[in-house]
């Protein structure tokens, strides 16, 4: 998963479970550029295209990037998976056309499957139900994920600590590796 995002510049650092290195600031989102289906043949395909925030694939498949939020409950931070979410053809297209349309936050959600392995999880994050919640114009949708039992979806619904958000720095930093 390809890292990007903000750092809370704190000036804190902490030593690594995984390296027992110090790394200065905690990373407060991470995510990747394309759904997990995209691959670089698709590039020079005439009927698939990928920008920022929408991604078709061979004219059939398309998707919308977004945030799954989650609270982080001992300090005022909110921590963020960028991942993508597969849209029916209908619900891509109204996306599309409302992309800069100013109060498109009005918009009812639209079902959608998450389409970003998070390898931190078990089991995959691929397929998981979703509700995409379209945002001001300027930010990226609001994922929700189905109220299950899946780690994601619970850490989702009952928030993380500043230790997760430190443990999730680690695994996810030496994924990159």
């Given at each position: 998963m390809a890292r990007y995002g903000h750092l809370?510049?704190?000036?804190?650092?902490?030593?690594?479970?995984?390296?027992?290195?110090?790394?200065?600031?905690?990373p407060f989102s991470y995510g990747t550029i394309a759904p997990a289906i995209w691959n670089d043949s698709l590039?020079?395909?005439?009927?698939?295209?990928?920008?920022?925030?929408?991604?078709?694939?061979?004219?059939?498949?398309?998707?919308?990037?977004?945030?799954?939020?989650?609270?982080?409950?001992?300090?005022?931070?909110?921590?963020?998976?960028?991942?993508?979410?597969?849209?029916?053809?209908t619900n891509f297209e109204r996306t599309s056309d409302l992309w800069t349309t100013p109060g498109r936050e009005q918009e009812?959600?639209?079902?959608?499957?998450?389409?970003?392995?998070?390898?931190?999880?078990?089991?995959?994050t691929l397929g998981l139900r979703t509700r995409v919640h379209t945002q001001p114009v300027g930010r990226r949708p609001v994922v929700e994920l189905e109220p299950t039992d899946h780690?994601?979806?619970v850490e989702q619904r009952t928030g993380i600590t500043m230790a997760r958000?430190?443990?999730?720095?680690?695994?996810?930093?030496?994924?990159q590796t």
């Amino acid at each position: 998963m390809a890292r990007y995002g903000h750092l809370v510049d704190d000036g804190t650092s902490y030593e690594c479970r995984c390296c027992g290195e110090r790394h200065e600031g905690i990373p407060f989102s991470y995510g990747t550029i394309a759904p997990a289906i995209w691959n670089d043949s698709l590039v020079d395909d005439g009927r698939s295209a990928l920008t920022e925030d929408l991604c078709v694939i061979q004219g059939q498949h398309c998707f919308v990037r977004a945030r799954i939020v989650i609270p982080v409950i001992d300090t005022d931070e909110e921590f963020d998976w960028g991942v993508w979410v597969s849209l029916s053809q209908t619900n891509f297209e109204r996306t599309s056309d409302l992309w800069t349309t100013p109060g498109r936050e009005q918009e009812p959600p639209y079902f959608g499957w998450l389409s970003t392995e998070i390898p931190i999880y078990r089991p995959t994050t691929l397929g998981l139900r979703t509700r995409v919640h379209t945002q001001p114009v300027g930010r990226r949708p609001v994922v929700e994920l189905e109220p299950t039992d899946h780690p994601l979806a619970v850490e989702q619904r009952t928030g993380i600590t500043m230790a997760r958000v430190q443990q999730i720095a680690e695994e996810v930093l030496h994924l990159q590796t």
